[in-house]
């Protein structure tokens, strides 16, 4: 029974990796059944014209923590991976493209070792930009720009001092750790108008050189940072218990909980203390400012689909910090040319972004302005190649995270 069970286990194993009906079974033991199915595949007829190369972390040892980067490489037109590298080095990319002449199209996102191993491994191929990867490059661009604009965006919203009183326990910790990170800024600037580099800086206040960069870029904190709460589903209910008339928030907590909410009662309190502060706060004190990421999203979201005390903020935004607004537009303009395909404004958009708060990213399209201008007019993306590499993790995943790369070659090339 054990036996027969066995080899059909085996048969199985054999078909998914090959992609045929096993029609029998080779004779011996299991030890040698496994060396029959563990052979190296026989390689796809590649013969690709198209291939589109991505790259995945994918944990693939049985120590906890353990991962290692490697590139999947896929078969554009048929939607087959054709190779897996086991690191993401530019010389492996450059190596494999360089053994496969045929390919004419290359789609990949825009990290700089993927352009480069394609330009000198295959310099008459085209090169494609993804284009979700490109939409996402914009909106993170659009974000940084509201970072960098916070200080005005505090001042127009009428939130540039914070009063202390007004915050609750956890609110206080996060505007101490505001003061603590503006110190450290400050410190850094001042280094840096003295002539220190990047690299000395980070080395005299012992912080990373990401924290260095940003700051010199100026991509300032928030007060108060932002956090998904579990309140957020229940705030209507809230806030109709509140215009009732109570105010205790542990018979607050109470009515909650037999609605359905799971979450403590500090969270209640923490709430009702807040909004209790803002009732008795004197008209025209300062109000809290939202974080930028919320910031950004309510600037990108449709007016019609905002509050009233959102669609202010972003009315008073627009009228005081007129370069954000121009950065938001010219988002905009971004994203509908990707999804309509707009080749010839693609120029007219680099100049106008160039000179607003999204240069640097305006100055990354230029320099893979061929890559970007193919991702409009080429069909292909790397939509295909994400879908695979979501099935190789499944795959690791189902042998518990120790699958090497020659058992996920097993697995997955030459697998319909």
């Known amino acids: 029974m054990f036996a027969a069970r066995h080899a059909e286990a085996r048969s199985h194993l054999a078909c998914r990796r090959t992609g045929q009906p096993c029609v029998r079974q080779t004779p011996g033991s299991s030890r040698a059944q496994r060396r029959q199915t563990d052979r190296p595949s026989t390689p796809v007829d590649v013969g690709p014209q198209v291939a589109s190369v991505q790259s995945a ?3 693939y040892q049985s120590q906890p923590g353990s991962s290692s980067l490697r590139f999947a490489l896929s078969h554009a037109r048929r939607g087959r991976v054709i190779a897996l590298l086991p690191d993401r080095e530019s010389s492996t990319v450059e190596a494999w493209l360089a053994a496969h002449p045929e390919i004419t199209v290359v789609a990949r996102d825009r990290g700089g070792c993927y352009g480069e191993a394609t330009t000198r491994a295959l310099p008459k191929a085209i090169q494609v930009a993804d284009r979700w990867h490109l939409m996402e490059n914009a909106s993170a661009a659009f974000l940084n720009a509201v970072r960098k604009s916070m200080s ?7 939130a540039a001092t914070v009063d202390p009183e007004r915050l609750t326990c ?6 101490d750790g505001y003061l603590r990170r503006e110190a450290t800024g400050e410190a850094i600037l001042a280094l840096s108008r003295q002539g220190m580099s990047i690299k000395k800086i980070a080395r005299t206040t012992r912080h990373s050189r990401k924290l260095v960069r940003d700051v010199l870029r ?4 928030d007060v108060f940072r932002a956090r998904q709460s579990s309140l957020d589903a229940h705030l209507p209910q809230l806030d109709a218990e509140w215009a009732a008339g109570c105010r205790n928030g542990a018979e607050l907590w109470r009515r909650l909980r037999a609605s359905g909410f799971t979450g403590s009662l500090r969270v209640v309190g923490e709430w009702a203390t807040r909004r209790r502060r803002s009732e008795r706060a004197p008209e025209g004190a300062p109000s809290k400012v939202p974080s930028a990421r919320i910031l950004s999203r309510l600037m990108t979201t449709d007016r019609d689909s905002l ?6 903020i972003v009315a008073t935004i627009e009228a005081e910090v007129p370069r954000l607004d121009e950065a938001r537009t010219l988002l905009s303009r971004f994203q509908a040319m990707i999804r309509a395909r707009g080749r010839p404004d693609l120029d007219t958009w680099i100049e106008a972004a160039a000179r607003s708060l999204l240069a640097s990213f305006a100055g990354g399209l230029l320099k893979d302005k061929a890559a970007v201008a193919a991702a409009l007019t080429q069909p292909w993306s790397n939509g295909q190649t994400e879908g695979q590499i979501t099935r190789l993790k499944l795959v690791k995943r189902q042998m518990f995270g120790r699958a090497k790369l020659d058992l996920i070659e097993a697995r997955l090339i030459g697998t319909p």
């Open 57 to 59: 972390s994918v944990s």
């Open 218 to 221: 100026g991509l300032t904190g």
């Open 152 to 158: 005005a965006i505090r001042i127009a919203v009428g």
């Open 307 to 312: 509050t009233k005390a959102e669609a202010v």
């Open 170 to 175: 956890a609110e206080r910790l996060q505007y």
